[in-house]
Structure formats: C-alpha cells, structure tokens
C-alpha cells in the first residue's frame, strides 16, 4: 500500500469504530482523520509523509520533545524487571519511592508529600476527596464548598467537570459534584474594561471574598485555580491577582489548590507555575510534563498542614487508584526530570529560550488580526480581535480561532484555538531556528485568516 492508501485505512476504521475525545465526531468523519505516526524533536509527521512543527507539545505535555530514547529505555527496563506492582497493603514499589522524593526536592517548599494517580482529571478527584476529609477530621464537615472560576480546566472526569468552568462540559452532565461554584476569571483583555490590568487583578480576586461572604467562611473548604489558564485560553492573570487571593485565602483559613498540570515541570521558565507567581498551595495536582506524555501518571503534592492531618488522624484513607504508582510510569516520570535536570531545560526556559520566544511572538503584534501577544516562559496566548483599539472581539466565539487553527495546520505548525485566543506551548527543547520557523508559519496562517475575513 502506498501512503495515501494506508491513510485511507486507517481513516475507514477509525471513521466505523473510533469515538474521539472532544471532537465533534459527525465532522470530523466528513473531513477524515489526521493519522499521526511518527515524531522527533518538535516535529510529528502524519500518514501522508507531511511534517507539522508541534507548537502543542502534544497536549502542552510533551515538555522534553519527542524521541527521547532514555524514556524508552527506562520504560522497557523497569518492565522487565517489575512490570507492574501495587502500593497498597504494606507494598511499594522503588521507582515509586525514589520519584516521591524527587518530587518533594524540586516541588516548592512546604510540599512533602504525594499520591499518585494517573491523569490529571483523577488528581482533581483525588483532591475533592482530601479537601472533605481535611476537614471532615478538623471537626468541621461542613466547610464543604470548593470555589473554582468560571473557564478554568480541571480535567473531564465527573469531578474535574464540576471543578472546571467550561460551560460546554456543564451543560453535557459536567456539573454533578455539589458544592463547587465558579467566580469570575481574571481576564483582564476580554474582560478588564477600562480598568488597569493591576486594579482588574485586584477586582477579580476580591470576588473570592464576596463569594465567600455570601456563602459563610465556616462552608467553604477551598479556593482551586491554574497559576495560568491553560485550556480557557493561556489566560496569565495580572500581577496582583495571586498575592490578594492568597491574602483572603489565608484571612478565612482556606486551603488553597494550585493546578499545575500544564503549569508545572518548566513551562513558565521556574519548575512550576507556583513558583513563578509566588504561591504557596496546601494541595498541587499535576500530570502532563511530569514524565513529558511517554506514559500516563499524575500526582497530587500534599502541603505539611494537611498531610498531618491525613497521615496521623484518618487511619484509613479510602481512596487510591489500581495504577497508583505505577512502577514504568514512575520510571519514566524520574528519567523525564533526570533530563529536565541535567540539560537545565527550566534555566534554558527562564535565561534563554522563553526570552527569545516571546520577542519573537512579539512581532506578531504589528497583524491587523493579533490583538496581543502574552507570554510566560514557553506558554502563549494571542487573542484574535476584530478591533484592537478597542479589544472587542468577534460575534460568535470560536468561529475565526477554528478558520485560523485549520490554517496553521495546513501551514505546517500546531497551534490551538481556545475560542478566538490561539495558544502555543512547544516542547521546551524547541531551538531558536524552530522558534523562528513557528512564527514565520504562523503570520502565514494569520495573513490567510485576515485574508478569508477580509481584514486585509
Ligand atoms: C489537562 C488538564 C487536566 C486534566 O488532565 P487529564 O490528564 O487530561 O485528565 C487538569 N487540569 C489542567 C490544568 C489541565 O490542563
């Protein structure tokens, strides 16, 4: 067979069999599937031979770049030696145990323990079931309520829906974990007026307070937020919005959730997001970066002040996952931060390559159709608008980030659109060349977009 009729193939089959996630499945059964085969560096290929720079990482996930053979290698050993053991009834397994201490050295200070899981919807779960027993063993069951804000992303289970703010996913089911409730985000260009972005920091973070006001400090368990929206659109709240959240966190003795499954492992240039914006979480679920996608695994870190209390005054926890540690995906996660380590990736995203990319991006700001470009480290968001004086953005959002999306792709780069906000996160091994290629593709995928709407 040849390669368009191996691609024709697979596209029968996964047409007749194959359910996506997040897909509208009757379109894309219309425009058949891309059958991704291979990939090195920053670069996938498809079944057709035809080559796409990743500005994704994956799923903002793939943070040391494809083609790693140390991951391979760490995976295929450990399989031979202990393919699978469990760490429940008296048992561990060592990748287990040595990843655990690995994670609280580079893990903000404070954070000294972890249980694992294997996606990062299932360490959102993990942390609804800690928040209630934290407090349920504090005498206080009835701090019960989980505030989170409206377009966060907390993952797909049914837990990690209600924690998450997409109404999307609300409207299908998503919403049927009680007591979480959603504030607004702070999203000073959609949605600062004619506020500075400071005062609009302010402002978004005072409405914990309100909320917390109108509901009572003693039913309220916890405050959940991404450093950075990642999913809603690479949303980097003003500088003022993480020091007053802690402020009103601390003030009403709430716990307080960082979400660092895109965050965490390099991708604002420190090893995580909460390092970045000087948080201090009492919970941190994580995932993606932490063994760069080669393998599934997550992980939710403990603060002291609720692994005391978890540890010492629960006897059981009724909680854990078959997977829980696993030891291959262990394996891969310590090798994955060996790398990260050893190659100063996270210096190389702070002093060298996250400077270059958002100089770079930068340039993009002179286009008709790029209200901004907001970066941090290796993460972007660019809102396309149809006034940039005014930052009022198109009817009907989503449409023009789609028509720009397909036409990054047929330019030859990954970009995704979050409604009409294009985001990038590539690999952190990306070089400033690529850096260079990955701009130039874009204003091409840009200019054909400002072209069909005729803004050019
Ligand atoms: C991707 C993501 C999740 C969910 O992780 P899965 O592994 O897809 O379950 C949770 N939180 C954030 C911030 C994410 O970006």
Redesign the pocket.
């Known amino acids: 067979m040849n390669n368009f009729d191996k691609t024709a193939y697979w596209q029968d089959i996964d047409q007749a069999h194959h359910i996506h996630p997040f897909t509208d499945t009757a379109d894309l059964n219309n425009r058949g599937t891309r059958v991704i085969t291979r990939a090195e560096g920053v670069f996938i290929e498809d079944s057709n031979g035809k080559r796409y720079l990743d500005g994704m990482a994956g799923?903002?996930c793939v943070n040391v770049g494809y083609g790693r053979k140390e991951l391979a290698e760490a995976a295929y050993k450990q399989m031979l030696e202990l393919p699978y053991y469990n760490n429940f009834f008296q048992c561990a397994n060592t990748p287990a145990i040595e990843l655990s201490k690995v994670l609280a050295e580079i893990t903000p200070e404070g954070l000294n323990h972890v249980f694992y899981a294997n996606?990062?919807?299932?360490a959102?779960d993990t942390v609804v079931r800690m928040v209630h027993q934290y407090w349920n063993l504090k005498g206080k069951p009835e701090r019960t309520t989980i505030i989170s804000r409206k377009n966060a992303?907390?993952?797909?289970t049914v837990a990690?829906a209600s924690l998450g703010g997409m109404s999307g996913m609300h409207s299908q089911g998503g919403a049927l974990v009680r007591d979480i409730v959603h504030i607004d985000q702070p999203y000073w260009y959609g949605e600062g007026g004619d506020h500075t972005p400071e005062e609009f920091g302010l402002i978004a973070a005072r409405k914990l307070e309100e909320k917390i006001k109108e509901l009572g400090a003693d039913r309220v368990g916890a405050f959940i937020g991404?450093p950075i929206q990642?999913?809603g659109g690479v949303i980097i709240p003003p500088s003022t919005y993480w020091p007053e959240i802690q402020r009103i966190c601390k003030k009403y003795d709430i716990l307080l959730i960082a979400?660092e499954?895109?965050c965490g492992f390099g991708r604002t240039g420190e090893w995580f997001g909460s390092d970045t914006f000087d948080i201090k979480p009492d919970l941190m679920?994580m995932?993606?970066g932490m063994s760069s996608g080669y393998l599934p695994i997550?992980a939710v870190m403990v603060g002291d002040r609720v692994a005391d209390v978890l540890i010492n005054e629960c006897g059981e926890f009724t909680h854990g996952f078959t997977y829980s540690g696993h030891p291959a995906c262990a394996a891969v996660a310590l090798e994955n931060i060996r790398i990260l380590r050893e190659e100063k990736m996270v210096e190389r995203v702070k002093d060298d390559i996250g400077p270059y990319f958002a100089k770079a991006l930068k340039t993009l700001e002179d286009h008709p159709l790029v209200g901004a470009v907001e970066t941090v480290g290796l993460i972007a968001g660019m809102p396309l608008v149809d006034d940039k004086k005014t930052r009022k953005m198109f009817d009907k959002p989503g449409t023009v980030g789609t028509m720009c999306r397909d036409a990054c792709v047929a330019n030859g780069v990954i970009m995704r659109a979050c409604g009409d906000r294009m985001v990038l996160s590539p690999p952190l091994c990306i070089t400033k060349e690529e850096i260079d290629e990955l701009v130039k593709r874009a204003r091409a995928a840009f200019d054909e977009t400002a072209k069909k709407l005729g803004k050019m």
């Not at 996606?119 to 299932?122: A, I, L, T």
């Not at 992303?153 to 797909?156: E, T």
């Open positions: 799923l903002w996606s990062g919807s299932e959102n992303y907390h993952g797909s990690g991404e990642g999913a979400d499954v895109i679920p995932a993606k997550s």
